[in-house]
């Protein structure tokens, strides 16, 4: 089994673009982080597209996917590698067309396994399945078990993301289920010891696990 990576999301607000980027290299340094999700609510055009000039470079800098909620037009805009869509932010074939072949496609599919399947026939990059824990970042309305996850890495090649108010304590369950990548914003920016120490943290974890899944596999 491939080792598990943090998918880091953003606060839902950024009020000084050029210091979060400094801080998001920082972070970056810390430990591994697979790919970054700027996920802005509540905010104009003009000030998404100024996030993304500014932590852009940080990301591509330190090997990130950088990838944009909802908005495939501004990811597409705005040099994203990507985009991530809710089931109600568009079509994953209407976002391919506008960014390319090799752009990175997240859809949300909640608890639903059919929701899944459906993304992946439509040649999304990744589904996200949550929320497995109870969060403040965003309203739950979807509460997602580990079985979606099992089912999933038993059945479907396209890696899963799982998402929902995980921090280093409780992230254990969701990677020996299978998830590929675990999404966390608050996790980590609310960490008590600051959201370096946080990504840290889940580099430990996911290396102990991927230590111990190693060792109870057959040998070749």
């Not at 929701?115 to 026939?121: I, K, Q, V």
């Not at 824990?133 to 799982?162: F, I, N, Q």
Request: aromatic share 6%.
């Amino acid at each position: 089994m491939a080792r598990t990576r943090l998918y880091l999301i953003s606060p839902s607000q950024i009020d000084d673009p050029d210091a979060f980027a400094a801080r998001l290299d920082s972070v970056f340094r810390a430990g591994d982080v697979a790919s970054f999700q700027l996920r802005l609510k509540g905010v104009e055009d003009a000030a998404i597209l100024r996030a993304v000039e500014a932590v852009r470079p940080v990301c591509h800098a330190a090997d990130v996917a950088l990838v944009l909620n909802d908005r495939a037009d501004l990811a597409a805009r705005s040099g994203c590698d990507g985009v991530h869509l809710g089931q109600e932010d568009g079509s994953c074939r209407e976002a391919r067309r506008l960014l390319g072949d090799d752009a990175i496609i997240g859809v949300t599919c909640h608890d639903s396994r059919h929701l899944g399947m459906e993304a992946a026939e439509a040649g999304a990059d990744y589904v996200a399945f949550g929320a497995f824990y109870p969060t403040g970042t965003k309203e739950v309305r979807h509460v997602a078990g580990l079985d979606v996850l099992r089912w999933w890495g038993s059945m479907m090649v396209v890696p899963c993301v799982a998402i929902g108010g995980i921090t280093p304590d409780n992230a254990a369950p969701l990677v020996e289920a299978g998830a590929d990548f675990l999404a966390v914003s608050a996790g980590v920016w609310e960490h008590p010891e600051g959201p370096e120490a946080a990504v840290r943290a889940f580099d430990a974890l996911f290396d102990r696990l991927e230590a111990a899944a190693e060792a109870l596999s057959p040998e070749e």
